[in-house]
């Protein structure tokens, strides 16, 4: 038995409180949560409990100097009822990337996906069946010593709690190419999935609300010409037939989406052209204003595949042809919506249903 997780269960499930036919996103949490605690050099106390908060010192460091780092991931039903995770390694993996970044520990990664499964398996009633909807899990690590000094916190602890949710944009989204602020520069911590990327966003994001538009579209650092991602999701482009993505490796500021990763796999599978390329707005707009820009979409876990209805950038508004017209993007969502149903053939082995380890007495 290499881990020795606790288990205690809750006697008072909320589960029959929440109504799955109109489930909001990221409202409603399940009954249990899974919590590690890091002390002198090791993850220890393993356990699953019910879900409850956390008594917190005013010091903690996270509250003041940001280090906390978090993935996003879905489990769903298949057609036949049984639980399933989505590329659970590529999230534990990418967890520790950010960890890295933010001068945090690693977590096991198999205890990670360990974790998914016990949680997932005990909290499996949660999942929501309808189409669209999921069981969103949400793992995060965030520094807990107290003390007001700024270094590398001593203590961490790292969370998965899980909550059923709708779709996080049940409509086209309006992006608006943000000219002033920035998101990410080469260097930062824009690759990781850091806490402080998302506080940096929400000035920009709540003005661009307040402009008429769902979400920022953020361009470079440097120049304010390059495409990195939306924040809430990456982007993608259908020009003239060929899908184009903006490239991680190349900016060193977009956050490597896993469900980017799987639309970039599932496509050149079909057959599709997909470039990961530097594009820069200027690209778009000429696409546009020649009838060559055909779909945008937005790709995320939280969002799966958004479709992207208009884009503004300095004054002028883009308007994508409308979603019935589009081919790519209905493709691709239906694709991963299928894969996560168990409906269509898992080719890339990416669906992993969902177990009770038997390291465990639950
Ligand atoms: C996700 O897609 O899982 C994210 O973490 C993004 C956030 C907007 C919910």
Redesign the pocket.
Known sequence: MKYQVRVTRTTASRLSRVDFDNLP??KYFSDHMFVAEYRDGQWQDLRIEPLSEFATHPATMALHYGQAV????KASKSHDGRPMLFRPEMHARRLNFSARRLAMPEFPEDLFVEALHMLVGIDADWIPPKKGSAL?I?PFMYATDPYVGVRPSDTYRFVIFTCPVGP?YPKPVSLLAETHYIRAARGGTGEA?AAGN?AAAMLPARLANEKGYDQVLWLDAREFKYIQEV???NIFFVIDGKVVTPDPDQEGTILRGI?RDSIIHILRDEGYEVEERRISIDEVVAAHDAGKLQEVFGT????VVAHVQKIAYEGKEMILPPVEDRKISPFAKSYIDELRAGLREDKFGWVVPVRLPESIDV
């Open positions: 996103f990221g978090f993935e996003g991931m969103y949400r996080y999935k998302y924040g809430t999701m469900t995320g876990t939280a969002a």
